[in-house]
């Protein structure tokens, strides 16, 4: 099926740091999504991408689609410790039915 | 928002028991829903569409007598994981889409099944 392919795998910072993560694919989708999930929670959309180089903002987090509508990054500023969890990038694939498909996820820990 | 809850979020079964995990849209109709199944530390992996009213969609190399899917109404989605062993232990994770095929797609909480 359709990969999207998530870097950093983990991030391990010190809080009031700046994260970035991103995620990139071989095929072009119409849309990106990120979400966040906290432990035995499900996913939980932070920001939704339509168009491409679109930059959205959604409180400290910034995402953008890029123009080549194959990747897209995640920003958070200045951490706090409640925003561990994992970040998942998501997005339609137009190869697979336009089934949500999902980057492996960027697990993120926040020293305080 | 839309709400989609799951119900239990916590189950832990014997092995070769049945187990019934229920998915509702609490404040709009859904007419489509999917099952996820995530391992740990891995990210969700789509099992099935639901479609109310017929019959469910599976992905490839999930076995639907295994994974059985009802959506007898707009509002309720269930999963039953017949004859549980230990390799179903698995967090469980329903979504719906608010707001027709274009809408957006909010998650349940998910349902932790345990099989010992």
């Known amino acids: 099926g359709q990969q999207l392919n998530q870097s950093p795998q983990s991030m391990f910072i010190q809080e009031g740091e700046d994260v970035s993560m991103n995620c990139t694919s071989s095929s072009i989708f119409n849309t990106w999504l990120w979400y966040k999930q906290e432990p035995g929670e499900g996913p939980v959309l932070l920001i939704a991408l339509y168009k491409a180089g679109e930059l959205t903002s959604n409180g400290r987090l910034t995402a953008q689609f890029g123009i080549t509508r194959k990747d897209s990054f995640l920003n958070i500023s200045a951490s706090i410790p409640s925003d561990v969890g994992i970040y998942f990038c998501?997005?339609?694939?137009?190869?697979?039915?336009?089934?949500?498909?999902f980057g492996a996820g960027t697990i993120l820990r926040v020293k305080s | 928002g839309a709400v989609v809850s799951q119900h239990p979020s916590r189950v832990i079964c014997k092995s070769g028991t049945s187990v019934k995990i229920e998915c509702r849209s609490l404040?709009?109709?859904?007419?489509?829903m999917f099952w996820y199944r995530q391992f740990p530390k891995q990210s969700l992996m789509l099992m099935a569409t639901?479609?109310?009213?017929?019959?469910?969609?599976?992905e490839q190399g999930v076995e639907k007598d295994k994974f059985l899917i009802n959506h007898a109404s707009l509002t309720l989605s269930t999963l039953t994981v017949t004859s549980a062993h230990p390799e179903d232990s698995s967090f469980y994770i329903c979504s719906a889409i608010s707001g027709g095929d274009t809408g957006e797609l909010f998650f349940g909480e998910g349902s932790r099944l345990t099989v010992l």
């Open positions: 404040d709009f109709q859904a007419t489509t």
């Open positions: 639901s479609n109310e009213g017929s019959k469910a969609t599976y």
């Open positions: 998501a997005g339609p694939s137009l190869e697979y039915g336009n089934k949500l498909v």
